[in-house]
């Protein structure tokens, strides 16, 4: 803000920009829409809302400031205010108006260089007339093209902002807030300079009554000697006795003469009486319009001041609101993360619990398997031990056999045999030999 605090002051010295208005039926539209948005039942809202109904107020908010947008644009158009100058394009929506603009100027350049070469049999053998006529071409279609540029832009405006979020659209509502201040000020200084040209206007519409009702008194005052020579002349014509002599016709055209001169005179009293009376009119005229417009721009830098005012305030109060929703929806994050972590806390605690349940279970399996598994491997050893009893009854026979037939003694060599086999087993012949424990460095079985 400045340092000054004048709200209400206005430099009539700014270079001010007229549009012409065309009323329609805009203001009594925009009325009736606001009206709409009174609700009864929006203490009950406040009393039960939820961060849920929240974000429905929030998308109503959208929708009421995104209608109000559009309708404030459609209110442009019928008003006669410029696009262009009352709505916060983006970079690529002014880019489509700043092209078409440059192309204008540039087409309007080639066409004064194109008329500016000579008119000569020269350079009109080198096309001069065509290039003219192909720059005019040019030309139109820039012209074309601008003035369809505005629409374009506001075509994209209209689909940026449809699916804008609420912030986007407070922006929007601030920016027309603060082109609105500046479109007041314009007013205000065209309602001066027209009251400054009234008052000139009474000045001069005064100064016109004075003479006119001077030269009116002027007039009176001949009329007056007029009329007691008319009156004499008269008189001079009625006391002629001859009414065919040269005297009586003297005596007529004196009264004729006196008669037209009075004639004009009337009518340069009626004339002068209904100057005066109608520049006496236009005084009060034009002092009862310089009592309006004072009026009415005494009211525009009312709502100037206050909207400029309070366009600043509601910037702060929009950034108020437009963080709170970020918090509403920053607390409704923290709100399901930390659903999501009780769930995950809740599913890993079951995992965990069912991890421990199973494995002591597998601990209930693994020792209720244990006397099944001695018993298997009873069997086994069993079965080995009949194998082993089969294989030294066969070993026996051949040992007799072998003694029998070569008088070898076999029994030497099958003990030495066993003796050297590591898994043989030794003793009692019916018991499985142990196998060989495989060394440990540490005795701890759990380890």
Do not use: C
Not at 141 to 146: L, N, S
Not at 242 to 268: M, N, P, R
Not at 357 to 373: E, F, G, L, Y
């Amino acid at each position: 803000m400045s340092d000054d605090f004048d709200l209400l002051e206005t430099n009539s010295n700014e270079k001010t920009e007229k549009v012409d208005v065309n009323w329609g039926k805009a203001i009594d539209t925009m009325k009736s829409k606001l009206a709409q948005e009174d609700d009864p039942e929006v203490r009950q809202k406040i009393l039960n809302a939820t961060l849920d109904d929240v974000v429905n107020m929030a998308e109503k908010d959208r929708t009421t400031l995104l209608d109000a947008i559009k309708d404030l644009t459609d209110y442009q158009d019928e008003v006669g205010i410029l696009f262009e100058k009352f709505s916060s394009l983006n970079a690529t929506e002014q880019k489509v108006i700043d092209d078409a603009q440059k192309a204008l100027e540039r087409a309007r350049v080639v066409l004064d260089d194109a008329k500016a070469k000579p008119d000569t049999w020269w350079n009109n053998l080198w096309g001069r007339k065509s290039k003219i006529a192909k720059a005019e071409q040019a030309l139109k279609d820039a012209e074309k093209t601008r003035a369809a540029a505005d629409n374009k832009a506001k075509a994209m405006f209209q689909e940026r902002i449809e699916n804008a979020d609420v912030q986007t659209l407070l922006k929007e509502l601030s920016y027309k807030s603060q082109a609105a201040v500046t479109r007041l000020k314009n007013r205000e200084v065209e309602i001066k300079e027209v009251e400054d040209k009234l008052q000139d206007a009474i000045v001069e519409a005064t100064k016109n009554h004075t003479k006119a009702l001077e030269k009116k008194k002027e007039v009176e005052a001949k009329l007056e000697e007029r009329y007691a020579l008319l009156k004499q002349a008269r008189q001079e014509l009625e006391d002629v006795a001859d009414k065919q002599s040269a005297e009586y016709a003297q005596a007529i055209g004196k009264v004729t003469e006196l008669e037209q001169k009075v004639e004009e005179l009337e009518g340069l009293k009626n004339a002068y009486t209904t100057l005066a009376a109608s520049k006496d009119s236009f005084v009060h005229k034009h002092n009862l319009t310089i009592k309006v417009l004072t009026s009415l721009r005494s009211n525009l830098q009312t709502h100037r001041a206050k909207l400029k005012s309070d366009t600043e305030e509601r910037l702060k109060y929009y950034d108020g609101y437009v963080v709170a929703l970020k918090a509403r929806t920053d607390q409704e994050f923290a709100a399901i993360l930390e659903h999501l972590g009780v769930k995950t806390d809740e599913h890993i605690g079951e995992t965990l619990a069912a991890m421990h349940t199973a494995s002591a279970k597998a601990r209930q399996d693994m020792m209720d398997n244990i006397p099944v598994h001695e018993k298997v491997m009873q069997g086994v050893y069993s079965s080995y031990a009949e194998a082993l009893q089969e294989i030294r009854e066969k070993d026996v026979d051949i040992q007799k056999n072998f003694a029998e037939r070569y008088g070898i003694d076999m029994k030497e060599i099958f003990e030495e045999y066993y003796k050297a086999d590591a898994n043989t087993p030794s003793g009692n012949d019916d018991e499985p030999a142990e196998a060989p424990k495989p060394k440990t460095e540490d005795d701890d079985l759990l380890s």
